[in-house]
């Protein structure tokens, strides 16, 4: 690792491995992101301690990074009392370093705590190869699998469209949905909807804000087929969002 943190900001490529460091917060918190998105498994080493902890991302806040699944629970004690510690995490072929953390806040859902970091202001971020966002198909057994979006207006902004359609599949950075068209005014990439609520009665619900990635009108169907990015949600949302990843992943593999 000493080798590596000699690289420059500029960002080298070597053996198809390109590296550099993240220092924009923008940049840092998609990275992390990518890592929450994949539950990908942090290695934690704090400080005057030779053992190693896992934890997993909860969430990425625009100024802090919240950790949850402390193992082995020894680490609990270490993270309460504030102590410094590094990070690093390996996913889809990206791999993050971050030093000089530590935990500002131990919070509770529901009797499970997670932890408040502060956002890393400079990441080693090391890519091997670019591929798809890893996402899931839905499979629910009959059940339907009900989405509505409520969309802010921009011309009216006291007026709200509410739009119902259906999960198509879902990751846990966003979902993909079919809803029934034309829509007017049409779906644009980059709107902000007011909220996105997903419910599959009896198995799932949540309720994120979001924002459109991509939406298109097949006029043969009178569909229209958008792809959604979740932009926050509580955290007890973001828990029920990742269970479900975890049930999914256990029985459906992952789209290409």
Do not use: W
């Given at each position: 690792?000493?080798?590596?943190?000699?690289?420059?900001?500029a960002?080298?490529?070597?053996?198809?491995?390109?590296?550099?460091?993240?220092?924009t917060?923008?940049?840092?918190?998609?990275?992390?992101?990518?890592?929450?998105?994949?539950?990908?498994?942090?290695?934690?080493?704090?400080?005057?301690?030779?053992?190693?902890?896992?934890?997993?991302?909860?969430?990425?806040?625009?100024d802090?990074v919240?950790?949850?699944?402390l193992?082995?629970?020894?680490?609990?004690?270490?993270?309460?009392?504030g102590?410094?510690?590094?990070?690093?995490?390996?996913?889809?072929?990206?791999?993050?370093?971050?030093?000089?953390?530590a935990?500002v806040?131990?919070?509770e859902?529901?009797?499970?705590?997670?932890?408040?970091?502060?956002?890393?202001?400079?990441?080693l971020?090391?890519?091997?190869?670019?591929?798809?966002r890893?996402?899931?198909p839905?499979?629910?057994?009959?059940?339907?699998?009900v989405?509505?979006?409520i969309?802010?207006?921009?011309?009216?902004?006291?007026?709200?469209?509410?739009?119902?359609?259906?999960?198509?599949?879902?990751s846990?950075?966003?979902?993909?949905?079919?809803?029934?068209?034309?829509?007017?005014?049409?779906?644009?990439?980059?709107?902000?909807?007011a909220?996105?609520?997903?419910e599959?009665?009896?198995?799932?619900?949540?309720?994120?804000?979001?924002?459109?990635?991509?939406?298109?009108y097949?006029?043969?169907?009178?569909?229209?087929?958008?792809?959604l990015e979740?932009?926050?949600?509580h955290?007890?949302?973001?828990?029920?969002?990742?269970?479900?990843m975890?049930?999914?992943?256990?029985?459906?593999?992952?789209?290409?």
């Amino acid at each position: 690792m000493a080798e590596a943190l000699n690289i420059d900001k500029a960002g080298t490529r070597s053996n198809a491995i390109y590296t550099t460091f993240l220092d924009t917060r923008a940049e840092i918190a998609e990275a992390l992101k990518g890592l929450r998105n994949q539950r990908a498994t942090l290695q934690l080493t704090f400080e005057c301690e030779n053992s190693l902890h896992r934890a997993r991302i909860l969430d990425v806040l625009d100024d802090a990074v919240l950790l949850e699944d402390l193992q082995p629970r020894s680490g609990l004690p270490l993270m309460s009392n504030g102590r410094r510690f590094s990070l690093s995490g390996r996913a889809d072929g990206v791999y993050l370093f971050s030093e000089e953390n530590a935990c500002v806040r131990v919070e509770e859902d529901r009797g499970v705590p997670y932890f408040r970091i502060p956002l890393p202001t400079n990441v080693l971020y090391q890519q091997r190869r670019r591929s798809a966002r890893y996402q899931l198909p839905v499979r629910t057994e009959g059940r339907a699998a009900v989405v509505k979006l409520i969309r802010s207006i921009a011309a009216d902004k006291d007026h709200s469209d509410t739009l119902s359609g259906s999960l198509l599949d879902i990751s846990a950075g966003g979902c993909r949905v079919s809803l029934p068209g034309p829509i007017h005014p049409p779906l644009e990439v980059g709107e902000q909807l007011a909220s996105a609520a997903i419910e599959i009665p009896t198995l799932f619900d949540l309720a994120a804000d979001a924002t459109i990635r991509h939406a298109s009108y097949n006029k043969r169907t009178r569909q229209v087929i958008c792809g959604l990015e979740f932009t926050g949600m509580h955290v007890t949302d973001r828990r029920r969002l990742e269970q479900f990843m975890q049930s999914l992943s256990a029985t459906t593999s992952p789209k290409g």
